[in-house]
């Protein structure tokens, strides 16, 4: 059964930020943590409330985070869990136990772009280190972008290797240095599933396609027998009447898709008139948008979640300047309204002044301001909403 923990997060003026999970015990273990700050382990420096442990989260993403919106590559799984393996393994010298890690995508923290991995050890906690590797694989393949063989090959492979009787922690990383390092030397003897055919013609190679399925179908199909609820949600969609090869690594329901302005044609006149009427045009303009009151530009919010920051490719709306971060904030819909949550951001983000604390979520009415660092905007549910506040 999973263990329930009580947390909080704490954001202080002097910018750094803080996870604070309850205490109720005195441990050795934070003493050795504070003391001797082992690699890879989450800081823990003293609170001020004796019945917390407190973290140092400053300029960390978590994993649920990082790839809310983005499917992981095969290097980003291998820097993951080679992260994890190597903190584990070091942790032991120290006389930390592996089940008082949290191996749960909230708390596994990565620092961007390298992908160093940060793990959370809370004295209290005490769930087998086995089961909880089981549920991150597990999530792994609901992440993984499913048009990358190794990648699902390589959680799969750790999945099923930790189904063994005589599992270790040193098997685990032995497979996944090799499924990385065969590639990449040669290793001899190996076997490796993605193997290129050599010398051989391009008929045949045509004839064996049409005969056998591909490496990666079969693994899928494998992957769907065993995780049914996880794959059901990566059905391929149709495109110009046909199916794409591959599912596109994210849920369909996650983002909600806002309507576009629609234009209403009034009835034209009745044929035999003796005046031609103009057929007028009204736009019902819902889309709600940001302005930049620095420059005035108007941002449409077309799709949420909605998320800003300075990563190209990840944000929606990129804010091109040294105080964003690359993952700033999130625009969400919740019951018809709108929320802003604020995603660790270095600088912080602010509603009307007023600094977000860490996954804290403000709802956001017309007219106000939102910053994302230093940088302001204005919210409006739509145009005739804006010009009622400015042009009265």
């Known amino acids: 059964m999973e263990q329930i923990l009580e947390e909080d997060y704490k954001k202080e003026t002097d910018g750094k930020s803080y ?10 273990e934070q003493a050795m943590i504070q ?4 690699a890879g382990v989450l800081p823990m420096v003293k609170s001020e409330q004796e019945n917390h442990y407190k973290y140092d989260i400053t300029g960390r993403k978590t994993l649920s985070m990082t790839f809310e919106r983005v499917p992981m590559n095969a290097e980003q799984v ?22 008082h890690f949290i191996l749960r995508p909230d708390y596994i923290f990565l620092r961007i772009p390298e992908y160093e991995v940060t793990l959370c050890y809370y004295p209290e906690y005490g769930v087998p280190f086995s089961e909880q590797l089981g549920k ?34 040193e098997r685990l ?23 290129p055919v050599k010398e051989e013609r391009t008929e045949n190679i045509e004839e064996k396609s049409r005969k056998k399925p591909s490496f990666l179908e079969r693994l899928r199909e494998e992957v769907s027998l065993k995780f049914p609820l996880q794959t059901e949600e990566r059905k391929p969609r149709s495109v110009a009447g046909k199916k794409s090869v591959f599912p596109t690594g994210k849920k369909q329901t996650e983002r909600e898709e806002v309507q576009q302005p629609s234009y209403v044609m009034e009835s034209a006149p009745e044929w035999g008139s003796q005046h031609t009427r103009v057929i007028s045009v009204k736009r019902e303009n819902k889309m709600p948008f940001l302005v930049s009151e620095e420059t005035g530009e108007s941002i449409p919010l077309t799709k949420f ?44 983000t602010k509603v009307n002044g007023q600094l977000l604390n860490i996954q804290e979520s403000v709802r956001l009415l017309a007219g106000d301001s939102i910053c994302f660092a230093d940088r302001t905007y204005h919210y409006f549910a739509g145009a005739e909403e804006r010009d009622s506040l400015f042009y009265r």
């Open 35 to 38: 003391e001797a700050m082992p």
């Open 19 to 28: 996870l604070l999970l309850r205490k109720t015990k005195r441990s050795y």
């Open 305 to 348: 979640p909605f998320y800003i920051g300075s990563l190209a490719g990840y944000a929606d709306y990129v804010i091109q300047s040294d105080t964003v971060s690359r993952f700033h904030a999130k625009l969400f819909k919740k019951d018809g309204e709108l929320f802003a949550v604020d995603l660790n951001s270095t600088n912080g």
């Open 78 to 99: 291998q820097k993951v869990l080679q992260g994890i393996f190597a903190t584990v393994e070091r942790a032991r010298e120290y006389l930390l136990l592996e089940e």
């Open 173 to 195: 990383q032995e497979k996944l240095s090799a499924h990385f390092g065969e590639e990449r030397k040669g290793v001899s003897g190996a076997v490796r599933v993605d193997a």
């Open 136 to 169: 991150l694989f597990e999530m792994l393949l609901n992440r993984v972008d499913y048009r990358e063989e190794k990648a699902i090959a390589l959680v799969y492979t750790l999945y099923m290797q930790l189904q063994e009787p005589d599992m270790t922690l």
